[in-house]
C-alpha cells in the first residue's frame, strides 16, 4: 500500500531515455508505481533471516544489493527505490524479529 501513498511512475513510464528490459507489462494498480521497491524489500528482510540464522554466511549481505542493481539494469525503479525498500525491509525485519 506503500506503492499507493507515494505513486511514483517507474523510471521508463517517466522518461524515454529509460527502456523496460524486464518484459513484464506493470498494468495491475499495485505494480504500476515505483516507490518502494517490492523485490529489494523482500530479499532484504530474507537476507536479514538469513544471516540471523547464518551469521558467518557474509554471502548474504549482497542479496539485496545485487537484487536492486538488477532492478536498476531492468529499467523498472530508480535508486531510491531500491534504497526505500532496503529501509523499509530492514524496519520490517526488526519490527517482526
Do not use: C, W
Not at 21 to 29: R, T, W
Not at 34 to 63: C, D, Q, R, W
Not at 72 to 84: A, K, N, Q, R, Y
Amino acid at each position: 500500500f506503500i506503492k499507493l501513498l507515494f505513486k511514483r511512475q517507474r523510471p521508463y513510464q517517466s522518461t524515454n531515455k529509460v527502456r523496460n528490459l524486464s518484459g513484464h507489462i506493470y498494468d495491475s494498480v499495485f505494480a504500476r508505481y515505483s516507490f518502494p521497491s517490492g523485490h529489494t524489500m523482500s530479499s532484504t528482510v530474507f537476507a536479514l533471516i538469513m544471516l540471523n540464522k547464518y551469521p558467518h554466511e557474509f554471502i548474504f549481505n549482497f542479496v539485496p544489493v545485487l537484487v536492486g542493481f538488477s532492478r536498476i539494469f531492468l529499467g523498472v525503479h530508480f535508486p531510491s527505490d531500491i534504497i526505500g525498500g532496503m529501509l523499509i525491509g530492514f524496519v520490517y525485519y526488526n519490527l517482526l524479529k
